[in-house]
């Protein structure tokens, strides 16, 4: 029996947009400057190479957003026509737990074992995909 999949265009519109003024606000205000000293950005450097930078992100976040609506409608026990589900947070936790672990973290330790990342930018990036998977894996698991 394969999965009844439903996926809400809508939902990932929001998620996407909640990851990104969560990535402003964390690289900007909350973690900017310490995140900008662990990656050896000087403090008076201008931005260069925004717009490309900024649609990379926006595509990127789209395609997590996309594949993880998927991921969410998997778990449920009803997509398979099974059992009741349970509170939607669930799978949105899950969804974004395992993904984080299983896929962001190990590719983050490979640029500190690889491009000579610090913890420190290791630990901000980690901690924002932790918080953006969850703020996603929620909406998208919320939104039926």
């Known amino acids: 029996m394969d999965p009844n999949i ?12 909640a990851s990104w003024v969560l990535g402003g606000l964390w690289y900007g205000p909350l973690f900017g400057k310490p995140w900008r000293r662990g990656m050896g950005v000087p403090e ?3 931005p260069t190479g925004m717009g490309r930078a900024l649609a990379l ?6 395609l997590m957003a996309f594949v993880m609506a998927h991921d969410v409608s998997v778990w449920r026990p009803t997509s398979w026509g099974l059992s009741p589900d349970k509170p939607s947070y669930v799978y949105g936790f899950f969804a974004g737990f395992f993904l984080w672990l299983g896929f962001v973290v190990p590719m983050l330790l490979n640029s500190v074992a690889f491009e000579r990342k610090t913890w420190m930018v290791f630990g901000i990036n980690a901690a ?3 918080v953006s998977l969850q703020i996603m894996g929620h909406i998208l698991a919320a939104w039926r």
């Open 128 to 130: 924002y995909q932790f």
């Open 6 to 17: 439903q996926v809400k265009p809508l939902a990932i519109v929001a998620a996407v947009a």
């Open 57 to 62: 992100n926006a595509f990127g976040i789209f």
């Open 44 to 46: 008076d450097a201008k």
